[in-house]
């Protein structure tokens, strides 16, 4: 953790609290049985979030290290997550904040004009969509079979 607070490596990390698990045959992450649970330091690329999370975001440009006695210095910012974050998102994304903004009056905008405007309804659209589509791949949990070796070049003659 020494060279995330120098300015090397990733931007984030996530700190989670929950039980070892393993992928079942079915693609499923199942508890380790007996199994305590424990703090898994990570980018967030590999390890699932099962439980409890915390999450700390470096804002300082690249190479610049953040002073770790400071408090407060708008240098980190961190917060919570568990594994309900993405729904609760959604629900304040596309149930709150959306149908407020796409009711905003002439008057609710001040002074911006008219390419802000829309340049700002664009984003948020768009990003309310991306949040519905991932709550819906984590609804389907796709999984795609594997691949059958019977439809090889070779295995076909062609």
Same mark, same amino acid.
């Not at 989670?16 to 898994?40: L, S």
């Not at 330091?41 to 290290?65: A, Q, S």
């Given at each position: 953790? !020494?060279?995330?607070?120098? &300015?090397? &490596?990733?931007?984030?990390?996530?700190? %989670?609290?929950?039980?070892?698990?393993?992928? *079942?045959?079915?693609?499923? #992450?199942?508890?380790? =049985?007996?199994?305590?649970?424990?703090?898994?330091?990570?980018? &967030?690329?590999?390890?699932?979030?099962?439980?409890?999370?915390? %999450?700390?975001?470096? #804002?300082?440009? =690249?190479?610049?290290?953040?002073? =770790?006695?400071?408090?407060?210095?708008?240098?980190? @910012?961190? &917060?919570?997550?568990?594994? *309900?974050?993405?729904?609760?998102? *959604?629900?304040?994304?596309?149930?709150? %904040?959306? =149908?407020?903004? +796409?009711?905003?009056?002439? !008057? +609710?905008?001040?002074? #911006?004009?008219?390419?802000?405007?829309?340049?700002?309804?664009?984003?948020?659209?768009?990003?309310?969509? !991306?949040?519905?589509?991932?709550?819906?791949?984590?609804?389907?949990?796709?999984?795609?079979?594997?691949?059958?070796?019977?439809?090889?070049?070779?295995? @076909?003659?062609?």
């Amino acid at each position: 953790m !020494e060279t995330w607070f120098k &300015g090397q &490596g990733s931007a984030h990390i996530f700190i %989670y609290y929950q039980k070892p698990y393993k992928i *079942n045959d079915q693609g499923d #992450c199942v508890d380790v =049985p007996n199994a305590r649970d424990e703090f898994y330091i990570t980018d &967030g690329e590999k390890l699932k979030l099962k439980g409890k999370g915390v %999450y700390f975001m470096r #804002c300082t440009p =690249p190479g610049k290290p953040i002073t =770790p006695a400071g408090t407060n210095d708008q240098e980190v @910012l961190f &917060g919570e997550l568990n594994e *309900n974050t993405v729904f609760a998102l *959604n629900t304040v994304v596309n149930n709150i %904040y959306k =149908p407020l903004v +796409d009711r905003l009056g002439g !008057e +609710d905008w001040g002074s #911006c004009d008219a390419d802000q405007k829309k340049e700002f309804m664009q984003t948020f659209d768009g990003f309310a969509k !991306e949040v519905r589509e991932a709550i819906q791949s984590l609804a389907n949990n796709i999984v795609l079979e594997p691949y059958n070796p019977q439809f090889t070049k070779e295995a @076909l003659q062609l």
